[in-house]
Each structure stands twice: as structure tokens, then as C-alpha cells.
């Protein structure tokens, strides 16, 4: 049996495609439709960045499509180690006046010790995501296998795979369904009585796996973490629906012989219910999750599923462009994506995300994490845990423009729980009202600084989610989830209007103690006070919290003190470089890596707006140094980062670059997962967002066409894409030109249109559409 794809037999396998396959007008791969990953030999069953992810937000798998042996790695989202616990420090408030001195006296390196003795939480590590563990099939050798196809339908969002053996066409398709809750696994054949494999389970996991008639069970504790006891209880559940044949029972594996087709339901949960408490009964859940699905049969399971998807990825369709290049391999062409030729596979990396984040975030599930939904270790990268100094943040940038709204609502939900947690650390570590979070938390929504005062001493955390909760409001204007957020947004803008102090030199008010995410300044710490990127996101969380509050007429004193805090609040420096200045001191020059991942001052150029293209030239063209100085190849989400930063520049030709950079074996795995390395999601969604700002910017009131339109995608349309002031967005492009446009508004909010160099202000009211020319009139 070989699977493997030479480039030597690249052009008689294009010409072959050419050649079987109908064209309607538009190039399409194999299965008639754009969204398509494929690959034409299985994912070797120890390469995990090469399977294919399903998920419906909680319970997640990757498949790998082995012909002999099939792997389907399970995830459960509220599977993590430990229990509930709290990190908080009482050591910290005593020291907090000798920490911020030391950094006044610019003592930074005592500072960071001391601060590093007396302000890590209690663990001073958080907790891991865990792996449930794996389900195995495995079949009897047939003779040799052809025609083998793997893929993932991002249409459907189902993973299937052909093959054919002895003369008989196997195919098996697979879901996650977010309406039933229960992973789908189907296994049929041309051939009646032809499907014979025995299931098996494997786990890490402190667990065991019994039969029970025509089920496999596999029931376990979770792990503990850094001393935090494993407090989880949780079941795995697969039932076997055969026609045909028979299924016999061993004490821990199911064999099916000839079959005519078979249906696995695989039901998993947990006993975790919130932060703090684990009194879930895994049993009771999966049974009867379990039972529900078997009264369904499989078409409805699976139409159901479809449209319950489809209602979301739906919304937005992308055209960059298509070439030939579009009927190879997933994996080969994200070999030649710099070749220039395949606009299509930047079309894909963006429907791709937008089928990750529906597939990784739903209403009640936890949000993506750094893996989204999938891990395979008891001991990922990072712990695969919600790092909010980027990381979970920029998981959610695609979210607004790409239609998704309702896929952070988990974020949301977080961020409920961190307001409550993080009250604790706020009071105890800090003396302050409101609440605080710093650079990560988890499952158990600890919000103490961790793993290092050079990292962990970042109280911004909690406010740059507030800021991409209120950026998601201003993309769906939900009243709703207005008042749902504004609390959280005033309790952290709480939490600084007690913490912030008066720096000595030039009065601004400032964090202390801060760094600027993870990068060293020159005087041999990271700790600090007022780096420039605290200063900006407590600019618009104090903005957007006085335009909460008054959109909902509360609070006017809150938003007098708001005010009066933000005008005191340091303003951007340029430095000596003409570089956006990264701290209080214009130090960028000779920190000890100009070339750090994290471009953490250039929050302002993006996400935010406070640095502006047409309105602030000046600090525009100092970020342009600073990105220059910085440096375009890094890690998989701090080169995301950089294409949403050159488009939010005006520089399509160089936002490309970056993205073919992005989209290359370096850094994307041939399951288009992004390689941080190693795997890590965010990139994923940076990366998305980035393409989406070099097509339509929102920012600042007004709708902006093509803004970073790179000459490699000279035609194209988008149709869907969301725009601030909640609207929806339709357009299309020739030759790099606007040709037209569709403008739906949800809310009858004021809007000004821009393209090239034409400003309109569009009156528009609430449910008309507008359509356009390419001169906007
Ligand atoms: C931040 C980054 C790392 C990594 C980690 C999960 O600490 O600096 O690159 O992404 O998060």
C-alpha cells in the first residue's frame, strides 16, 4: 500500500483531474464544492497534526482515517486537571508599595525578584487540558487498498473517508453534532455483510474500559495539576448500532462481523458544572445523550446536524480567486501557496477558521483554547489553557466580520466568571474594588499571575477581554448582551481607577507593577510601570465603558471619573527610531530582542483604532517603523498578528507576504492547522482576521473597501462579511477594482462609506439594503 505524493507525479495527477472532473464555470475541487481539505493517504496514526478535527464547541476528535486502523482521538472542552481551587497570594498586597518603589527608583530587577517572592499565585502554575483518550477501529486486511481519499467538508462539516478493498467501496463519514451532543461515526459499503472491525478504547487517562451488551464505557478521574487534586469524574460512551451481521462483546472491545453498515454514537462528559462545582453525573448525561441519538436514525442525525451548521457557515462566501492548483492535495499545496498561484488556499485558510471557531465555540461550551477543542496530551503546550495576553483574544478577531457572533457567547461566559474570581485576587492581592485578571487562566477560572514575574505580572488580561467583548458588541449592537457585558467592563475598569498610580517624571497615571507581554526591556527585567500597551487598552476599556454606560444611562459619576482617569493616562510616544515607543522610556532600540514575537505596543494599530491609518499618520507611520524594526517572520499568531497590522497600514502587497509566510509548511501543518510550532489555533484565527482587514476595515465609523488589497487577488467577492454598526457587507472586485456593493443594515446606524479616495456618508435605515457601483454612488 503507498500513499505518498510525489511532486514528480504532480502534473499527470492535474491533468487526470482535469480531465474527470466537471468544471461548472467555477474550478472545484474532487467533490464538487470549494470548502474542501483532502488528502489522498491517511494520517500516519502518530502524526496528529496531519487528522482532521471535528467538534460541535465541546466535544471535539480528530480522525485520521487509517484504512487498518482508525484513530478517533476524543475531546471533551471541561476536561482539564485539578479541581476548584484559588491561587490567591496574601503575601502580595504588603508588598505591593515596595514593588512599585523599587520600579520607581527604577530598581527594576529587584522588583521583578521581589515581586516574583511575594505576587505568583498559589499554585504558581494553572491547570492542563486534558485528552479523553482514544477509540479505535480496527478492520481486517482485505487485500490491497485504491482509490483512498480522506477529507474534510467544510460545508458540511463532516470528515469522511473512501476507500476501496477486495472489490468493495468503504466509505465512513463522521461528525460532532452540536443538536444532539454526540459524535456520529457511520461505516458503510457497496456490498452488503462487508463491514467487520472491532472497537477499542485508550487512554492516559487514571481510567477503565468495559462492554457493556453493545456498548464500550470507558469511565476515569482526571489528573491532578501543581498540587491541585484531580476533582472529575467522567464517562465516554459508544454505542453500536449494526445492521446486519453481529456484534460479540469482550470485556473491553466490541467486534462487529459482516455487517451491511453501522452507526457509533460517542457520547462523552464530565462532572464539571462551573469553576466550582464538579457534582455533574457523567453517567446519567451520556446515557442519555446516547439514548435520545438512538432514536434517530442516521439521516436525521445527519440533516440535522447540516442545517444546524450551515445556519452558521452559511453567511459568508469568499472568492479570491481560482486556479488549477485548487484540485491538489490540502497538504501539497500549502507547499506552493508563495508560488503565487493559488489565491483559492487563502480563501480556505479563512473558511477554515470560520468552521474551527463554530466547531470550537458554541452557546455553553467553554471558548476555543490554545488548541481550540483538540489536544491529545495530558501535558500539551502552554496546557493548552486560555492565555489572554494574545492568545485567546485573537481567537476570537474573525469572529464579528466573519458572521459568528453568537460563537463567543462562551467568551462571554468566561469572562462572567472571571469578574467573580477575579474580585478575590483584586481584593486580597491588590486592595482594590473590581477585578483583576492577568496573562492566563483555565477551567477553573484563576485569575492570580503565573509562572513567572517576567510574565505572569500583567493585570491587563481581564480588560483586553472586556475590549473584545464591547468589539463584539459593536459589530451586533445586541442590547442584550449589552447589559450582560457592562458590569463585567465596569468592574475592571474599577480595579484600575484604584490600582493605577502617578508615575514621578511626567504625572501620567499608570500600571504598577506591568510588562510590556512577555519582552525584556533593557534594564535587565520585564518589570515595569505603564507599558504602552496597558495604557492603550485602558484607553478604550475607560472609552467603551462610558459609551456603555451611556447607551444604557447609568452611572454618570462612574462616567466623570472614567473620563477625568483617561485623559491622565500616558500618551504614545515616538521614540529615537521614529518606532512607537513599547515603554514609558524609549528603550525599544536596545531591549535585548528588537525582533520579540509579541508587538504588544501596536495593540492601538490593531485590534484598536487609537492609532489610524487617515487620522493619525504620524503614530501610523511609527508602528510601520516599529513592525519594520520587529521584523515579519515569527511564530504562527505573532505573524497572524502582523498581517492584520500591515492591512490595518494600508499595505496589502506586504500584509501578503506575511500571510504567505503564514501559509506555508513552516508554519501550517498540512491539516491547516497553525504551527506556533508547535500546534497552536490562534494563528489559525489571526490569520483569518488578517484577510478579512485587507478587504474590509470597520473601524472609526465608516466602512472601507479594499483597503489592503494585495495585486495577487486581482478579482474576487465576499459576500456576508459583518462590518461595525451592525451591518452586512456584500462586495465584489475586477482588476483590483470595486465594482459593486451590497449594504444591509440590521440597526439603522449612521455609516460613512469609503473607497480609494471617495467618502460618503450613507443614510441608510434599519432592514434596507443598499446597493452600490464601484463609485460608491
Ligand atoms: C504566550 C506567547 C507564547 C505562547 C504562549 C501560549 O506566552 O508568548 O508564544 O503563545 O503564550
Not at 123 to 150: C, H, I, K, W
Request: aromatic share 10%; charged share 20%; with cysteine.
Amino acid at each position: 500500500m503507498k500513499f505518498t505524493f510525489s511532486r514528480s507525479n504532480l502534473g499527470v495527477f492535474i491533468f487526470a483531474l482535469m480531465l474527470g472532473v466537471v468544471i461548472n464555470g467555477r474550478a472545484q475541487s474532487e467533490s464538487g464544492q470549494p470548502w474542501v481539505l483532502w488528502y489522498a493517504a491517511p494520517a500516519s496514526l502518530t502524526n496528529w497534526t496531519a487528522a482532521l478535527p471535528i467538534g460541535n464547541g465541546r466535544l471535539g476528535a480528530m480522525v485520521f482515517g487509517g484504512v487498518e486502523r482508525e484513530r478517533i482521538q476524543l475531546n471533551e472542552d471541561t476536561l482539564w486537571s485539578g479541581g476548584p481551587y484559588d491561587p490567591v497570594n496574601t503575601n502580595a498586597l504588603p508588598a505591593l508599595p515596595e514593588v512599585r518603589r523599587l520600579i520607581f527608583a527604577g530598581q527594576y530587577a529587584g522588583a521583578q525578584k521581589l515581586a516574583g517572592q511575594t505576587m505568583l499565585g498559589n499554585p504558581p502554575r494553572q491547570m492542563a487540558y486534558e485528552t479523553v483518550g482514544d477509540l479505535f477501529l480496527s478492520f481486517p486486511t482485505n487485500g490491497p487498498v485504491t482509490d483512498y481519499r480522506r477529507e474534510l467538508d467544510l460545508d458540511t462539516a463532516i470528515a469522511r473517508t473512501t476507500y476501496t478493498s477486495g472489490g468493495v467501496k468503504y466509505t465512513r463519514e463522521m461528525f460532532s453534532s452540536a443538536v444532539d451532543q454526540v459524535i456520529v461515526v457511520r461505516l458503510t459499503a457497496d456490498t452488503p455483510g462487508k463491514i467487520s472491525f472491532t472497537a477499542g478504547m485508550a487512554t492516559p487517562q487514571d481510567a477503565t474500559v468495559k462492554t457493556d451488551g453493545d456498548v464500550l464505557i470507558m469511565n476515569g478521574t482526571n489528573g491532578s495539576g501543581n498540587g491541585v487534586k484531580g476533582a472529575l469524574k467522567f464517562q465516554a460512551r459508544v454505542s453500536v448500532l449494526a445492521k446486519g451481521g453481529k456484534v460479540s462483546a469482550a470485556p473491553d472491545s466490541l467486534s462487529v462481523s459482516n455487517a451491511d453498515s453501522v452507526t457509533l454514537l460517542i457520547a462523552v462528559a464530565t462532572s464539571y458544572k462551573n469553576y466550582h462545582d464538579v457534582s455533574g453525573k457523567p453517567e446519567a448525561i451520556v446515557k442519555k445523550q446516547i439514548r435520545a441519538a438512538t432514536r434517530k436514525s442516521f439521516d436525521v442525525l445527519r440533516s440535522a446536524h447540516v442545517a444546524d451548521y450551515q445556519e452558521l457557515f452559511h453567511r459568508v462566501d469568499l472568492n479570491l480567486g481560482e486556479s488549477d492548483s485548487m484540485k491538489l492535495p490540502t497538504g501539497e499545496r500549502i507547499k506552493h501557496f508563495d508560488d503565487d498561484n493559488d489565491p483559492q488556499l487563502a480563501a480556505l485558510y479563512f473558511q477554515f477558521a470560520r468552521y474551527l471557531l463554530i466547531s470550537s465555540s458554541r452557546p455553553g461550551s467553554q471558548p476555543a483554547n490554545l488548541q481550540g477543542l483538540w489536544n491529545e496530551s495530558m501535558n500539551p503546550p502552554w496546557n493548552s489553557k486560555f492565555t489572554i495576553n494574545i492568545n485567546t483574544e485573537m481567537n476570537y478577531w474573525p469572529a464579528g466580520v466573519g458572521n459568528l457572533a453568537e460563537c463567543e457567547e462562551p467568551l462571554a461566559a468566561m469572562v462572567q466568571d472571571l469578574a467573580k474570581t477575579g474580585a478575590q485576587t483584586a481584593r486580597v492581592m491588590y486592595g482594590a474594588r473590581g477585578w483583576v485578571a492577568h496573562h492566563n487562566t483555565d477551567l477553573w477560572r484563576a485569575t492570580a499571575p503565573i509562572d513567572g514575574p517576567q510574565y505572569g505580572i500583567w493585570p491587563t488580561g481581564g480588560a483586553w477581554l472586556c475590549n473584545t467583548l464591547w468589539d463584539n458588541y459593536e459589530f451586533t449592537g445586541n442590547s442584550n448582551s449589552l447589559k450582560q457585558i457592562y458590569p463585567l467592563m465596569k468592574g475592571a475598569a474599577q480595579f484600575f481607577l484604584d490600582t493605577l498610580v502617578e508615575e514621578p517624571t511626567h504625572h501620567w497615571l499608570v500600571t504598577s507593577p506591568s510588562l510590556s507581554p512577555e519582552n525584556k526591556h533593557p534594564q535587565g527585567a520585564s518589570i515595569t510601570d505603564g507599558p504602552t500597551m496597558d495604557e492603550e487598552i485602558l484607553r478604550d476599556l475607560f472609552t467603551n465603558c462610558i459609551s456603555a454606560a451611556e447607551i444604557l444611562g447609568v452611572d454618570k459619576k462612574f462616567r466623570g471619573q472614567l473620563a477625568d482617569a483617561s485623559a491622565r493616562l500616558a500618551p504614545l510616544q515616538i521614540g529615537k527610531a521614529g518606532q512607537l515607543q513599547e515603554w514609558l522610556e524609549d528603550w525599544d532600540m536596545e531591549a535585548p530582542d528588537i525582533h520579540h514575537r509579541h508587538v504588544s505596543h501596536l495593540y492601538g494599530l490593531f485590534p484598536s483604532d487609537q492609532i489610524d491609518f487617515y487620522n493619525t499618520p504620524e503614530l501610523a507611520d511609527a508602528a510601520k517603523k516599529s513592525l519594520e524594526i520587529r521584523g515579519d517572520e515569527s511564530t504562527g499568531w505573532a505573524t497572524a498578528w502582523r498581517v492584520n497590522l500591515w492591512a490595518r497600514l494600508h499595505n496589502g502587497s506586504h500584509a501578503y507576504k506575511i500571510l504567505s509566510f503564514l501559509i506555508s509548511p513552516q508554519r501550517t501543518y498540512p491539516d491547516l492547522f497553525d504551527a506556533h510550532p508547535p500546534f497552536q489555533i490562534d494563528g489559525n484565527f489571526g490569520g483569518a482576521s488578517g484577510i478579512a482587514e485587507m478587504l474590509l476595515q470597520s473601524q472609526g465609523g465608516e466602512i472601507e473597501f479594499l483597503p489592503a488589497l494585495p495585486p495577487e487577488w486581482p478579482d474576487g467577492s465576499v459576500t456576508g462579511f459583518r462590518a461595525r454598526g451592525d451591518f452586512e457587507v456584500s462586495f465584489e472586485w475586477k482588476g483590483g477594482v470595486l465594482t459593486s456593493a451590497t449594504i444591509h443594515s440590521l440597526a439603522g446606524n449612521p455609516c460613512l462609506i469609503h473607497y480609494g479616495n471617495i467618502v460618503r456618508t450613507m443614510e441608510i435605515r434599519k432592514g434596507e439594503t443598499l446597493h452600490f457601483n464601484g463609485n460608491l454612488q
